[in-house]
């Protein structure tokens, strides 16, 4: 098979070499590279390496990777070779360029060519959720794999102090370095939610926190009943939202309340209220918690929420497995 692909191969990065190894992977017969030319990629970047740097470290790129059989083409315009060479079965594009994939086939069609099979990899995301880019390389953000030159900035929906101190813990597991910044945003929940509440809330929480941060937190628990169990099962859910809206949803362990304290909540108390009332402990929630209450000290608060957090996380620790 021949592919081709294109781009203006400014600062080298992670993206470049997903596209270009998708491109290697399937082109066993030759790949074509297109790169855009200084008149051509002007149009769109004013800050860029002039064709000839560009040129030479895309070709010290691929002989580090020892990827072979390509040929090098200079763009004057969006299509190139691939809008008249014959023989050329697919092009490979991110969804950013997909658009111009379409046009190129148009063109192909029109010389009498076939349309080229298009094959599509998905952008090479940075720490923060957003897009690698050469742009955000050069100004300083970001290194050519995506991790962040600065700390990462995340906002939770709340001022508890058990919910921060998990959400710092549950970051500095994934990321070299994070800010946390617990903010007091609207609940948008009753004061003891039930079922899918619990998870709509955590997410208003978390789109409310986001403000100017990398990322937004929203930690709700609730009650949610298990038909195995034919008990109520309280459970914490994390939500996490970037700046491209995208969201991540995870919950921690689920535990059974004394059937005393459930049959107060039934009457219309809180289960914060409703423990209080059963243990003599005032202020339990922000204290040892239920949790730790009913554990003995075998389970805190914090690792309780911890574990929601990061089982949000794991979607974007593995973005290659989640967000193909």
């Not at 004057?76 to 111009?100: C, L, M, N, R």
């Not at 059974?256 to 219309?268: L, Q, S």
Request: net charge positive.
């Amino acid at each position: 098979m021949r592919v081709c692909l294109g781009g203006t191969f400014d600062i080298l990065h992670a993206g470049h070499e997903a596209l270009l190894g998708k491109a290697f992977e399937l082109g066993d017969e030759g790949v074509i590279i297109g790169i855009t030319s200084d008149r051509m990629a002007s149009a769109s970047r004013p800050d860029m390496n002039p064709l000839a740097v560009r040129k030479r470290n895309l070709e010290a790129l691929l002989r580090r990777r020892k990827w072979r059989r390509s040929r090098i083409s200079v763009l004057e315009d969006i299509a190139g070779p691939a809008a008249y060479e014959e023989d050329i079965d697919a092009i490979v594009v991110t969804p950013e360029t997909a658009p111009s994939a379409d046009r190129i086939n148009e063109e192909r069609q029109r010389r009498g060519h076939r349309a080229m099979d298009v094959v599509l990899v998905p952008m090479a995301l940075a720490e923060d959720g957003a897009r690698i880019s050469s742009r955000r390389i050069r100004a300083g953000e970001i290194d050519r794999q995506g991790r962040m030159r600065r700390p990462l900035v995340v906002h939770v929906g709340s001022t508890n102090r058990v919910k921060v101190a998990a959400t710092k813990r549950a970051f500095s597991s994934v990321v070299r370095e994070v800010r946390v910044k617990g903010l007091e945003v609207p609940s948008k929940v009753s004061a003891q939610p039930f079922e899918e509440e619990t998870i709509d809330g955590a997410i208003a929480r978390a789109r409310s926190a986001l403000g100017s941060g990398d990322y937004g937190v929203g930690i709700e628990a609730g009650l949610f009943w298990d038909e195995g169990a034919k008990d109520y099962l309280d459970v914490q859910y994390c939500a996490i939202v970037d700046k491209q809206g995208v969201v991540t949803i995870g919950h921690g362990p689920g535990f059974r309340y004394p059937p005393t304290v459930i049959a107060d909540v039934k009457k219309g108390k809180t289960v914060g209220e409703a423990m209080e009332a059963f243990t003599g402990v005032k202020n339990i929630g922000r204290r040892v918690g239920a949790i730790g209450w009913l554990s003995k000290g075998a389970m805190d608060r914090t690792t309780l929420t911890e574990g929601a957090v990061l089982m949000a996380l794991l979607p974007r620790i593995r973005r290659d497995l989640y967000f193909a």
